[in-house]
């Protein structure tokens, strides 16, 4: 038992307050938070067996020296790419300068051979960054360390070793180009960074593969010409019978021109396969095209779609709106308000004006931070909560939803359920009465302005339909939720029922001409400051009452 106790600490050390710290800066300094790929997740739970904070001499593969490093590797990859293709198809050996560069190349990724035994890795089964020696040493020993000692070595040294016909032919060289898998994990990584475009990143990566298939496929194309034992039965030799001394510009813009025509498949005859060697190479390299030109076609055909997809639903939107009002015999005004909405789904769509869908996937802290931003001094000027708390306020404002209508669009019917009250955020709306048969606009709703509150606070039937008269961005709040904030802010409360009341213009005419006070009483007397709300609705019920004797004098008279 006392050995399993010693081996749980030794798995799972424990975390400590200073340790916690040090794991917060150990992570700061690794990696961005704002990056996909940097950085480990934590297991689920409060405890966590993970070591961060790693051994000495161990390098975090999250770590921004280790990733400047790896960027600076890509270059030498790229020049490999270009390099290694070329001196086998039509150099013997590398001289002069070219020789130097390649010496100083393989010598930097020789050193990268010996920082990958310090460089920590994430185990695949358990998640955790493993930082032992001997763990790390043991995984590189049987992976990659093999293929990456072999494209690494020198060629002279190569060649010195084999026999003369054997490393004459360069094989040897063809092995750098397995430092190619550092160019795929650079483009996976740049597809998921947000401050590339998607689009041109993949754009960018079937470019170069494009490239490096023509640039090789020359490249051996000549070696299997300048191989041949009959220089005049080659493809080359058949155009060019001297291009044994022909420059070397000369002989590889050729070969990259027959590379190019045949991948591309135009073919315009005056190269072509000479002898059966040039023969079986086409062969492949036409079976290998076909592959590449489905891997090209299809990737593109997958962008250009995608950029293609929300135009195309769009249309498809409006054809089957356009059907279901015909078909239905929908009026007029109703078809323009279908077809208003879905124009600006798709405008806010392709221009990216996802407000309320991107709020939506965050966390409630963010949202609410945003809320309060963006929208916290329009509320506090709308009359309805003029006076009310900063706290209060901060509630209402993370529960509110920002939406866009077009212009014409019924946001609100008379004579509808209460469910939401509206905030003008830009835009004017338009309070229409429809008791008369005829549409009477009765007031103007313009920023700042609320919209709905008599019904929602009344719990009557909406009094007026409001009506956008341009393009709005609208704050809805539901009824629900003010009247649960409400009961939790009662003080408050009683400010927004004072506000109502005290705004002549929406409250006052409502009741009069309603005549009908009912719910705003009700409302009145679950409030800790009754007595207003009675000796308004007492003065309002008087006022009746005085017009109704009015009148009843009146018809005396006449009689």
């Not at 040090?22 to 997740?41: C, H, K, M, T």
């Not at 032919?169 to 750098?176: K, Q, V």
């Not at 650079?186 to 170069?208: G, P, S």
């Not at 005049?232 to 050729?254: C, E, K, M, N, Q």
Request: hydrophobic fraction near 40%.
């Amino acid at each position: 038992m006392a050995k399993e106790r010693k081996a749980a600490r030794l798995r799972a050390p424990p975390v400590t307050t200073t340790g916690v710290h040090d794991v917060e800066i150990e992570l700061s300094r690794e990696a961005s938070p704002y990056s996909l790929s940097s950085g480990i997740l934590p297991s689920l739970g409060a405890r966590s067996t993970r070591r961060v904070k790693l051994r000495r001499f161990i390098v975090s593969p999250y770590a921004r020296r280790y990733k400047a490093w790896e960027t600076f590797l890509i270059v030498l990859v790229v020049y490999t790419a270009w390099a290694s293709p070329f001196e086998f198809g039509f150099l013997e050996r590398s001289r002069g300068a070219l020789a130097l560069v390649d010496n100083v190349v393989d010598a930097l990724f020789a050193v990268d051979i010996v920082l990958t035994f310090f460089v920590a890795y994430v185990d695949k089964t358990s998640y955790l960054l493993i930082d032992s020696r001997k763990k790390i040493a043991w995984r590189y020993l049987s992976t990659w360390f093999v293929l990456d000692l072999a494209s690494t070595v020198p060629l002279e040294i190569v060649r010195r070793i084999l026999p003369r016909k054997l490393g004459s032919y360069g094989f040897f060289t063809m092995l750098r180009l397995w430092r190619l898998r550092r160019v795929s994990s650079l483009f996976a990584r740049l597809e998921k960074d947000r401050k590339f475009n998607y689009f041109w990143v993949r754009c960018a990566k079937l470019t170069c593969v494009t490239l490096f298939a023509v640039h090789s496929a020359g490249c051996f194309f000549y070696l299997v010409a300048a191989r041949y034992h009959d220089p005049s039965r080659t493809w080359i030799g058949a155009s060019i019978p001297d291009f044994h001394v022909r420059s070397l510009w000369v002989r590889y813009v050729t070969s990259l021109y027959w590379s190019i025509t045949t991948l591309s498949t135009v073919g315009y005859g005056d190269l072509h396969a000479q002898n059966t060697w040039e023969m079986a190479f086409t062969i492949v390299y036409m079976l290998f095209n076909l592959g590449l030109a489905s891997y090209l076609i299809g990737n593109m055909t997958n962008l250009v779609v995608h950029g293609t997809r929300r135009t195309r639903n769009y249309r498809d939107s409006i054809q089957a709106a356009t059907g279901f009002a015909q078909r239905n015999q929908l009026p007029d005004r109703l078809q323009d308000q279908m077809i208003s909405h879905l124009s600006l789904s798709f405008r806010i769509d392709s221009e990216g004006l996802h407000q309320q869908e991107t709020l939506d996937t965050l966390p409630k802290a963010i949202r609410s931070s945003i809320s309060h931003h963006l929208f916290y001094p329009l509320v506090a000027k709308a009359y309805l909560f003029r006076g009310v708390s900063h706290n209060m306020l901060f509630q209402l404002v993370s529960e509110m939803k920002a939406e866009y209508f077009p212009p014409r669009e019924d946001v609100i019917l008379q004579n509808e359920a209460p469910t939401d009250l509206y905030i003008v955020v830009t835009g004017i709306m338009d309070l229409i009465d429809h008791r008369s048969g005829a549409e009477q606009v009765c007031g103007v709703a313009k920023t700042g302005d609320v919209a709905g509150e008599i019904g929602v606070l009344c719990c009557r039937p909406q009094a007026f339909t409001a009506r956008t008269r341009s393009l709005c961005q609208l704050l809805r709040l539901n009824r629900t939720t003010l009247l649960s904030i409400v009961q939790s802010n009662v003080g408050d409360g009683t400010t927004i029922v004072n506000n109502l009341l005290q705004s002549p213009e929406v409250m006052i005419c409502y009741c009069i001409t309603q005549m009908n006070c009912f719910g705003l009483l009700l409302f009145f007397f679950a409030r800790s400051d009754a007595s207003f709300g009675r000796n308004e609705s007492e003065r309002i019920i008087q006022e009746k009452a005085d017009k109704k004797g009015r009148n009843r004098e009146d018809s005396e008279g006449d009689r």
